[in-house]
């Protein structure tokens, strides 16, 4: 079962260590200076059992909730490298947000009855990460 949630934010691809041509070479315009901003849509996945009371695997309201708390109220209309607690020192790739996204979600969701299957962060429509844990 999946629930799609939407966020705006801002951030900066650089790694610190690397000179400005690396960085340039590495990460293109994602290296820019002043930031740039991406809309990116979340696709939370759980799987479990169907509960025969309910004919649900689980309440899409109640993950919707746990959602927004550990996620999109630290990052919507945020800078993911300078605003949000849980990617602090770390390179804001898609790679990495959506594996941080794993780890905000895993112990509320499991809490629930059910189990994060995956996590899909897509920040363009060109590009997305799926994680499993
Ligand atoms: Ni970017």
Known sequence: VTRKMH?????????????E????ACFGKCANANWHGHNYDLLVTVKGEINPETGFVANLSEIS???K???????????LDMDVDFMTGKISSTETL??????????PINALGCFLHSVKLQ??????VEYFG
């Open 69 to 79: 708390r550990e996620i999109l109220d630290k990052v919507d209309h945020k800078n």
């Open 21 to 24: 041509e690396q960085n340039q």
């Open 65 to 67: 909730d746990i959602i």
């Open 7 to 19: 966020f705006n934010a801002a951030h900066r691809v650089y790694q610190p260590s690397w000179s």
């Open 123 to 128: 920040e363009t429509e060109k590009n997305f």
């Open 98 to 107: 959506a594996v941080e996204c794993w780890k905000q979600l895993e112990g």
